[in-house]
């Protein structure tokens, strides 16, 4: 449903207006506040020299975006512009309107549904050769369809006009600025506080409505700040709640006066509303009221509306309520979009309304005297609808034109954005550490229902249906949710069909980049190459005819190259393209930031995922700090789409935990759990990614040893992963499997054996269905899993069935390691392993040849990146001296000891939490090697500071340590018995 104009809302004789409506932002009841800043940079955008310039304004719905433009259009028309706010359908006629004037600003609201808008800016080529032209976009997140225009626009052709973003945080700035006189007894307060723009409210709305003006409980939160229009939902509902009764009865009882009460009342409300009881007398106790949720505060002031449709929808012939024929029509019209009459008369039809006998019109009448101006209000009464009326989201996209398709494929593209609060499946998820349980149960995806059925309807028979699917690809994000990604990849399949057919070279490359990362996701790497490779063909050759145009597109294509290369094991050949990529953007001028930006950023991130995969530790960090600077850039002008690119980048920083250096990976891991965390109270698709980054924490943590918060932080994201599992969400069980198996070997390795085993059991089982299904994919956390269950099986003794696990473990990873040199560190752990688990079981001779092996491999990987394969030389090292000194062998163990010991030494220093307890493992079998060796004078020294270091670790650690403690104070009993008798004791 289209915004309606600031003329038409505020039009004599228009519909009957109802306190909801006081919300929009065409209305201006509430002084404007609190923007300052973003008006001061819109002026410098305006009087900037170009020509030609666009900006886009991103916000989620209510932070103020059309407000702020119809204060800004005022502004300017006293200063002489031509300030035209285009409504939808009319992009190409308002730029004939303006083609004339000296100074001239177009509005564009909601831009990224306007199917206008690249028309619109292909006039502005055609006709814009004098003055100064603006064109100021609001969308509540830009991302392909805004990229997209550079290509599918002929205004860059040859050319780069300006092009600019900014985001409207929620917060207001310090300056409190009123437009108009304040409502007369308000008293405005200019501190930085949203309490003023709460008062301005309450007062105007009760001044509008004839009623008291309220109390209102607010607590502010500091770390959370509403949006302006949450904040005025607070004071409307205060102040219907105020007088539930009927609009324009002024104060009731004992409420405090405000401006206008007993006064000629505002604008009428149809329905009687609510009768509440209060105490009799003055003897009661007066209580508090409960400081207001501005979350909620849109479903109150809703419930308000719905409640006074009951009479005026009675006689109207439709039943009001839950369930009920008026609010069916309701949602069905203003999900499809056609507010005339006869698109009422349609959406009757396919909520199965039938009015009385007589009474058709005046259900048509009254359905559109009250359509919900505020599309968020429109979306959550939608939302509550369709999930409260079975049936009716099929009966809503039944036989939908192409144009109704297009229409409800954009109201639900919103929706899935910035759900509705009752349409959240998550809104209370726990504090790090907190009880994961108290996750509520899952919502449906009223979002991902409405897209998968629009799309359905969707013409895709021929090659003139081309034109139509692709205005649905550029413009359905991916991030609208689980439901909307399959009906997106079905799409792309045709699209990319029926391009191959009639599409021009652009819309050819186009489809086949975004083919190829589709069958990537559906697990078809090898067969994604060629496409993208083709793609990138096509666009290096527009590119050569024109490349400020096309330049963006190829970077693009590129980024996609690489990610299929990737995907497939080709990880020089992915870095080469990233490279290729990062060089391109350094070409682009600097107007192009909103088009090379997200390319340079997208290449720099998976340049540092490059050279991990290569080994190229030096340059990982430098490519992934580059990439988050700017997504932090991007981030500012779009949080939306760039919020989880940078959780995604600081995630990326758990390679600093791999090579060594945890406390540097902490910072960023915490702060990519806290962007995640609050990412998912809102949209509940971002609950894996979520669960992702607990993980990534909770492994620095523990590498940190810090064991019982990294258990914490463990245990919440299996509890996570377990739900979206449960929920059969598409791709979770490898996730699922990667958190039980993260948990399990936490468990292991802190004496919890039992727990540990049933969770890696649990993990193998998914592992090796996984892997069955998808070896190229899954064997490498195959081989993860039976590794890491031998250890645990061997640490209950159960030695037999460790072996043969780790065996498997060790053909495995010979198999990937002659493939991809990374797996060279997992082979070196499972062969040291397997030296291990021979000599549990007495088969000494077995142990030495893969024990030797992982040292030999371990020094070779030492000598390119020590920070990174240090620890795992030491524990080879340890484990060579241990079997050399089982074979009888003490001399030669000593060399390996003393090396372990050392270097386990350092390691502690920097790492004590962590690294203390090998150490103390590694000094006793020193001690052990010197005394078998015959030297129980230097062997002492060792004994008693094993037994010292295992006695701390007990108290802390009891059921983990006091077995190894036993074992130090036997090897030193033994050494001071060899000292005291050496004749005696060997």
Same mark, same amino acid.
């Given at each position: 449903?289209?915004?309606? @104009?600031?003329? &038409?809302?505020?039009?004599?004789?228009?519909?009957?207006?109802?306190?909801?409506?006081?919300?929009?932002?065409?209305?201006?009841?509430?002084?404007?506040? @609190?923007?300052?800043?973003?008006?001061?940079?819109?002026?410098?955008?305006?009087?900037?020299?170009?020509?030609?310039?666009?900006?886009?304004?991103?916000?989620?719905?209510?932070?103020?975006?059309?407000?702020?433009?119809?204060?800004?259009?005022?502004?300017?028309?006293?200063?002489?512009?031509?300030?035209?706010?285009?409504?939808?359908?009319?992009?190409?006629?308002?730029?004939?309107?303006?083609?004339?004037?000296?100074?001239?600003?177009?509005?564009?609201?909601?831009?990224?549904?306007?199917?206008?808008?690249?028309?619109?800016?292909?006039?502005?080529?055609?006709?814009?050769?004098?003055?100064?032209?603006?064109?100021?976009?609001?969308?509540?997140?830009?991302?392909?369809?805004?990229?997209?225009?550079?290509?599918?626009?002929?205004?860059?052709?040859?050319?780069?006009?300006?092009?600019?973003?900014?985001?409207?945080?929620?917060?207001?700035?310090?300056?409190?600025?009123?437009?108009?006189?304040?409502?007369?007894?308000?008293?405005?307060? %200019?501190?930085?506080?949203?309490?003023?723009?709460?008062?301005?409210?309450?007062?105007?709305?009760?001044?509008?409505?004839?009623?008291?003006?309220?109390? *209102?409980?607010?607590?502010?939160?500091?770390?959370?700040?509403?949006?302006?229009?949450?904040?005025?939902?607070?004071?409307?509902?205060?102040?219907?709640?105020?007088?539930?009764?009927?609009?324009?009865?002024?104060?009731?009882?004992?409420?405090?006066?405000?401006?206008?009460?007993?006064?000629?009342?505002?604008?009428?409300?149809?329905?009687?509303?609510?009768?509440?009881?209060?105490?009799?007398?003055?003897?009661?106790?007066?209580?508090?009221?409960?400081?207001?949720?501005?979350?909620?505060?849109?479903?109150?002031?809703?419930?308000?509306?719905?409640?006074?449709?009951?009479?005026?929808?009675?006689?109207?012939?439709?039943?009001? /309520?839950?369930?009920?024929?008026?609010?069916?029509?309701?949602?069905?019209?203003?999900? *499809?979009?056609?507010?005339?009459?006869?698109?009422? !008369?349609?959406?009757?039809?396919?909520?199965?309304?039938?009015?009385?006998?007589?009474?058709?019109?005046?259900?048509?009448?009254?359905?559109?005297?009250?359509?919900?101006?505020?599309?968020?209000?429109?979306?959550?009464?939608?939302?509550?609808?369709?999930?409260?009326?079975?049936?009716?989201?099929?009966?809503?996209?039944?036989?939908?034109?192409?144009?109704?398709?297009?229409?409800?494929?954009?109201?639900?593209?919103?929706?899935?954005? =910035?759900?509705?609060?009752?349409?959240?499946?998550?809104?209370?998820?726990?504090?790090?550490?907190?009880?994961?349980? =108290?996750?509520?149960?899952?919502?449906?995806?009223?979002?991902?229902?409405?897209?998968?059925?629009?799309?359905?309807?969707?013409?895709?028979?021929?090659?003139?249906?081309?034109?139509?699917?692709?205005?649905?690809?550029?413009?359905?994000?991916?991030?609208?949710?689980?439901?909307? *990604?399959?009906?997106?990849? %079905?799409?792309?399949?045709?699209?990319?069909?029926?391009?191959?057919?009639?599409?021009?070279?652009?819309?050819?490359?186009?489809?086949m980049t975004d083919l190829g990362l589709v069958l990537i996701a559906e697990g078809e790497p090898d067969a994604a190459v060629p496409v993208l490779q083709e793609a990138v063909g096509l666009w290096r050759g527009l590119a050569w005819t024109d490349e400020e145009r096309y330049r963006p597109a190829l970077c693009t294509a590129l980024n996609n190259l690489g990610t299929g290369y990737w995907a497939v094991g080709r990880h020089v050949d992915a870095l080469a393209v990233q490279e290729e990529v990062i060089a391109l953007c350094s070409r682009f001028p600097a107007g192009d930031a909103?088009?090379?930006?997200?390319?340079?950023?997208?290449?720099?991130?998976?340049? @540092?995922?490059?050279?991990?995969?290569?080994?190229?530790?030096?340059?990982?960090?430098?490519?992934?700090?580059?990439?988050? /600077?700017?997504?932090?850039?991007?981030?500012?002008?779009?949080?939306?789409?760039?919020?989880?690119?940078?959780?995604?980048?600081?995630?990326?920083?758990?390679?600093?935990?791999?090579?060594?250096?945890?406390? &540097?990976?902490?910072?960023?891991?915490?702060?990519?759990?806290?962007?995640?965390?609050?990412?998912?109270?809102?949209?509940?698709?971002?609950?894996?990614?979520?669960?992702?980054?607990?993980?990534?924490? /909770?492994?620095?943590?523990?590498?940190?040893? !810090?064991?019982?918060?990294a258990g914490s932080v463990l245990v919440e994201a299996l509890q996570i992963q377990r739900r979206l599992a449960g929920e059969n969400v598409r791709g979770t069980r490898a996730d699922l499997a990667g958190a039980l198996s993260a948990l399990g070997a936490l468990y292991s390795t802190t004496g919890r054996a039992d727990e540990s085993l049933r969770l890696e059991r649990e993990a193998l089982e998914i592992r090796r269905e996984l892997a069955r299904e998808h070896p190229e994919r899954y064997l490498h956390y195959l081989a993860h899993s039976l590794s890491n269950l031998g250890v645990?099986?061997?640490?209950?003794?159960?030695?037999?069935?460790?072996?043969?696990?780790?065996?498997?473990?060790?053909?495995?990873?010979?198999?990937?390691?002659?493939?991809?040199?990374?797996?060279?560190?997992?082979?070196?752990?499972?062969?040291?392993?397997? /030296?291990?688990?021979?000599?549990?079981? +007495? %088969?000494?001779?077995?142990?030495?040849?893969?024990?030797?092996?992982?040292?030999?491999?371990?020094?070779?990987?030492?000598?390119?990146?020590?920070?990174?394969?240090?620890?795992?030389?030491?524990?080879?090292?340890?484990?060579?001296?241990?079997?050399?000194?089982?074979?009888?062998?003490?001399?030669?163990?000593?060399?390996?000891?003393?090396?372990?010991?050392?270097?386990?030494?350092?390691?502690?220093?920097?790492?004590?939490?962590?690294?203390?307890?090998?150490?103390?493992?590694?000094?006793?079998?020193?001690?052990?090697?010197?005394?078998?060796?015959?030297?129980?004078?230097?062997?002492? +020294?060792?004994?008693?500071?094993?037994?010292?270091?295992?006695?701390?670790?007990?108290?802390?650690?009891?059921?983990?340590?006091?077995?190894?403690?036993?074992?130090?104070?036997?090897?030193?009993?033994?050494?001071?018995?060899?000292?005291?008798?050496?004749?005696? *004791?060997?």
């Open positions: 449903m289209s915004r309606p @104009g600031p003329d &038409e809302v505020r039009s004599p004789g228009a519909r009957e207006t109802s306190p909801a409506a006081l919300l929009a932002p065409e209305r201006e009841v509430v002084p404007f506040t @609190g923007r300052g800043r973003e008006l001061a940079d819109l002026r410098a955008w305006l009087r900037s020299r170009e020509p030609v310039a666009l900006r886009l304004v991103c916000g989620l719905g209510g932070v103020g975006k059309t407000r702020l433009t119809l204060e800004l259009g005022r502004r300017l028309r006293r200063t002489g512009w031509t300030v035209v706010h285009v409504p939808p359908g009319a992009e190409v006629a308002a730029v004939a309107a303006v083609a004339t004037a000296r100074r001239a600003l177009l509005v564009v609201d909601d831009a990224g549904h306007r199917l206008g808008l690249p028309a619109m800016l292909d006039a502005v080529a055609a006709t814009r050769d004098r003055g100064r032209l603006r064109i100021l976009c609001t969308a509540r997140t830009g991302g392909l369809w805004w990229r997209r225009l550079r290509w599918t626009s002929t205004l860059w052709a040859g050319r780069t006009p300006s092009v600019t973003q900014m985001a409207l945080d929620p917060a207001l700035d310090r300056t409190v600025e009123v437009t108009r006189d304040p409502a007369p007894g308000l008293e405005m307060d %200019r501190s930085e506080d949203d309490r003023a723009l709460l008062d301005a409210a309450a007062t105007r709305f009760a001044r509008v409505l004839g009623r008291p003006v309220p109390e *209102v409980a607010f607590r502010p939160t500091p770390d959370h700040r509403p949006r302006a229009l949450d904040l005025q939902a607070v004071a409307l509902a205060a102040v219907l709640d105020e007088g539930d009764g009927p609009v324009g009865a002024g104060p009731r009882g004992e409420g405090r006066d405000g401006p206008g009460s007993g006064g000629p009342s505002g604008p009428g409300f149809d329905g009687s509303g609510f009768e509440r009881s209060g105490a009799d007398g003055d003897d009661t106790e007066e209580q508090l009221p409960e400081p207001a949720d501005p979350a909620r505060a849109l479903e109150t002031v809703l419930d308000h509306e719905r409640a006074g449709w009951a009479r005026s929808a009675a006689e109207a012939g439709l039943v009001a /309520g839950p369930g009920g024929s008026a609010e069916a029509a309701l949602a069905t019209t203003m999900l *499809v979009g056609d507010t005339s009459a006869a698109g009422v !008369r349609a959406a009757l039809r396919r909520a199965g309304v039938v009015p009385p006998e007589g009474r058709a019109d005046a259900a048509v009448e009254w359905v559109r005297a009250h359509l919900l101006e505020v599309p968020r209000l429109a979306e959550l009464l939608v939302s509550r609808v369709l999930a409260e009326q079975e049936g009716l989201i099929a009966a809503c996209t039944r036989d939908l034109g192409t144009q109704e398709a297009f229409g409800v494929l954009a109201f639900a593209t919103g929706m899935g954005l =910035d759900r509705p609060a009752t349409d959240r499946s998550v809104t209370n998820v726990p504090a790090l550490g907190g009880p994961a349980a =108290d996750l509520p149960a899952a919502g449906r995806d009223i979002p991902g229902e409405l897209i998968a059925a629009a799309a359905s309807a969707l013409p895709d028979d021929g090659p003139g249906d081309l034109a139509g699917l692709l205005r649905v690809t550029r413009r359905l994000p991916r991030s609208a949710g689980a439901l909307a *990604v399959p009906v997106l990849d %079905r799409l792309t399949h045709r699209v990319a069909q029926l391009a191959a057919v009639v599409g021009d070279e652009a819309t050819q490359g186009e489809a909103p088009w090379a930006d997200a390319e340079h950023a997208l290449a720099l991130q998976n340049a @540092g995922v490059s050279y991990t995969e290569l080994g190229r530790a030096g340059d990982i960090e430098a490519a992934q700090r580059a990439a988050l /600077g700017i997504y932090r850039r991007l981030a500012q002008g779009d949080p939306v789409q760039y919020e989880p690119r940078v959780a995604a980048v600081l995630g990326n920083f758990e390679a600093l935990t791999e090579s060594g250096r945890p406390e &540097e990976a902490l910072p960023a891991n915490a702060e990519a759990v806290a962007i995640r965390r609050r990412l998912a109270a809102a949209r509940p698709e971002h609950l894996g990614e979520l669960a992702w980054s607990l993980g990534q924490l /909770g492994t620095t943590l523990e590498a940190l040893g !810090r064991y019982e918060e645990t099986y061997a640490r209950r003794g159960r030695y037999d069935e460790a072996v043969l696990l780790e065996e498997e473990a060790v053909g495995i990873r010979r198999n990937l390691a002659r493939r991809n040199a990374r797996s060279l560190k997992y082979l070196a752990q499972s062969l040291s392993n397997l /030296g291990v688990r021979y000599a549990d079981l +007495g %088969r000494f001779d077995e142990a030495l040849p893969p024990t030797q092996e992982s040292v030999d491999m371990l020094r070779r990987l030492v000598r390119d990146q020590p920070e990174k394969y240090r620890a795992g030389l030491a524990e080879a090292l340890a484990n060579l001296g241990a079997t050399l000194l089982d074979l009888d062998k003490p001399a030669e163990a000593l060399r390996p000891m003393r090396e372990a010991v050392a270097m386990r030494r350092q390691l502690a220093v920097e790492n004590p939490d962590k690294h203390r307890p090998d150490l103390a493992l590694t000094v006793s079998n020193l001690a052990s090697a010197l005394s078998a060796a015959g030297d129980n004078v230097a062997a002492l +020294g060792h004994a008693r500071e094993a037994v010292e270091m295992r006695r701390r670790l007990a108290a802390d650690l009891p059921e983990r340590y006091r077995s190894e403690l036993e074992r130090s104070r036997g090897v030193l009993a033994r050494i001071e018995a060899a000292i005291r008798n050496p004749t005696t *004791v060997r």
